[in-house]
């Protein structure tokens, strides 16, 4: 099936841990993301590539860090997990952007993370 | 900077019209979209409309924007249980190709 795909779907474990959440795309498109959605459903863009480059880094503390091996994924790893990083995570593509600017996103099925 | 507005929990009754509604700062946006989350899983496009139009239909969905209000809304009509969800509005503009400004959500609950 064409979509995008993200492991582990649910992810429980101690505080203070490493952990890394994985996506991959295989709509051929340029662009990913990871989002964040906390208990209030509110939804924060954490990071965005394009083809593999860094283009958006809103705000998030150093312990998180995106990895892009090749344009088809975007890996996510956490180091010292807290208590506040519980939420569910998305990891989101979208095709090239033209002179438009017409930006559908495709979103994984999202991975649920709790910090105990 | 850019931000989306939305009210944020919606009630319904089973065959009513909904009626959810969106406001945007952002002058130089280009697209507005409107994205359906179903529980448990991720957002879903739904429609969209380019900024020079005011109205977008497709089936039981209307789309309104009104440019000089920044104000969009988007209408189901007949709603059933399967329309509850949360309704996502977001907005790209020219400005900044590549990201979408996404609202809080609306969580749209229709009761039998």
Request: proline share 4%; net charge negative; charged share 20%.
């Amino acid at each position: 099936d064409t979509a995008v795909s993200q492991t582990p779907k649910y992810l429980v474990t101690q505080m203070g841990n490493d952990k890394s959440i994985k996506c991959e795309q295989n709509l051929g498109h340029d662009t990913m993301y990871w989002y964040k959605q906390d208990s209030k459903k509110f939804l924060k863009i954490m990071f965005s590539y394009n083809n593999k480059e860094l283009i958006i880094n809103e705000t998030v503390p150093n312990r998180f860090s995106p990895k892009s091996p090749d344009k088809a994924h975007l890996n996510l790893h956490i180091n010292s997990l807290e208590l506040g990083d519980s939420a569910v995570y998305f990891c989101a593509s979208s095709p090239p952007t033209d002179f438009s600017s017409y930006n559908e996103q495709f979103f994984g099925p999202g991975t649920r993370l709790t910090v105990l | 900077g850019e931000d989306v507005e939305q009210s944020l929990f919606l009630s319904v009754r089973e065959g009513d019209s909904s009626v959810i509604n969106c406001t945007y700062t952002d002058s130089s946006s280009t697209y507005l979209y409107w994205y359906k989350q179903e529980p448990g899983a991720g957002l879903q496009l739904l429609t969209y409309i380019f900024s020079n139009m005011d109205m977008k239909q497709d089936q039981r969905l209307t789309v309104l924007l009104n440019k000089k209000d920044k104000h969009l809304s988007l209408r189901i009509a007949d709603t059933q249980t399967g329309d509850s969800a949360i309704y996502f509005c977001a907005e790209t503009s020219s400005t900044n190709a590549g990201k979408s400004t996404f609202g809080d959500g609306t969580t749209l609950t229709v009761k039998p």
